[in-house]
């Protein structure tokens, strides 16, 4: 059966069936949106910010909090979940969307030792949330830097485990999926940011992991030249194109951080969230444009390496997302919220 036939035939069966049913499926209402918390580190690497902006002009999706996070402490002043709340709301202000969601700053720092943790504003918004028992829909947490929150979160109320799955940016990659990188062996960035929270998240809890790691997230290249033109689109396009320019400065400043080469490319490693949540197709809802393999969740080992567990719960671990709708989406709702606010 060629792709044609298939479809003429899946069609008339679709109609079929609902005339059968008195047309109760055509007229029945649409599943409910996924809900999608937001967690990053929005006053470090602007991508965040891409995702961000791009996440909040998706309808499949609605995003009951977004949570501005900490980053590492050779990266941190002490301040920086306060100023990434703050230039969360400054994204949705320039978007006109500064009334349409709930931005709280996440935990200071993070959690100094598995004994010792406290739970905070954002912990405590994340379990009202997850155990709401009005809301329908799944409960998505996109993680685009450390698990600090959401750690908190479950050790405060394991039972969000069950209703809650993880969509992380971060982690080493696996042995034999991807390619180590320049440096095999070196700790990944948003591990790093709290790594007895990303073991509290794999080893302990029960929550459901969809996990992008270093070799998949940097495949997630937007060049200069589509910056440029990103940047022409209005205000939200010049705004994040001068984060990206003002990076090489705020590096400079931070003692021991790596000078940028020059390039004609910029990671958008965050942008995943959006594909994994939002970019999802009618007939099959879920990752298919997308590649991934499935395993049992791994023991975290203190330094980001894996330890295999036979027994883990089963953990969906992407091996290449598609940059093409990712990227193709976002300059097109930009290009169309642009021309709405003119």
């Given at each position: ?71 590492p402490g050779g990266f ?67 993680a685009g830097a450390g ?196």
């Amino acid at each position: 059966m060629d792709r044609r036939t298939f479809a003429v035939s899946t069609l008339t069966s679709l109609v079929g069936g609902a005339a059968l049913a008195g047309g109760a499926a055509l007229r029945a209402a649409p599943p409910m949106p996924a809900r999608v918390i937001l967690d990053n580190d929005f006053a470090g690497d602007p991508d965040g910010l891409f995702q961000l902006a791009h996440h909040v002009l998706c309808r499949a999706v609605s995003i009951p909090l977004i949570i501005g996070s900490h980053l590492p402490g050779g990266f941190s002043r002490g301040n920086e979940a306060r100023e990434g709340e703050a230039r969360a709301r400054e994204v949705l202000s320039i978007m006109g969307l500064d009334k349409a969601h709930t931005v709280i700053a996440g935990a200071p720092a993070p959690i100094g030792a598995r004994a010792s943790w406290k739970p905070g504003e954002a912990s405590a918004a994340i379990v009202r949330e997850a155990m709401r028992e009005d809301a329908q829909g799944p409960l998505i947490y996109a993680a685009g830097a450390g698990l600090t929150d959401l750690a908190l979160a479950w050790l405060s109320e394991p039972r969000i485990g069950r209703r809650i799955r993880l969509v992380w940016i971060g982690g080493r990659p696996h042995h034999g999926l991807g390619l180590p990188g320049p440096k095999a062996g070196e700790t990944e960035f948003n591990f790093s940011i709290d790594p007895v929270a990303a073991q509290v998240i794999f080893n302990e809890s029960d929550i459901e992991i969809w996990q992008v790691p270093a070799d998949v997230y940097s495949q997630m290249l937007f060049s200069n030249a589509e910056l440029e033109e990103l940047a022409a689109t209005g205000p939200l396009g010049a705004y994040l194109k001068a984060k990206v320019d003002a990076l090489p400065d705020m590096l400079a400043k931070i003692p021991g951080a790596p000078v940028l080469p020059a390039s004609d490319v910029y990671v958008l490693g965050d942008s995943p969230l959006v594909t994994l949540t939002a970019l999802l197709p009618p007939m099959r809802p879920d990752t298919t444009s997308s590649r991934y393999v499935v395993m049992p969740t791994p023991r975290l080992l203190d330094d980001g390496g894996y330890a295999p567990r036979a027994g883990g719960r089963p953990m969906r671990v992407y091996t290449q997302i598609d940059a093409g709708i990712t990227f193709r989406d976002m300059m097109a709702r930009f290009r169309i919220a642009a021309r709405r606010a003119a």
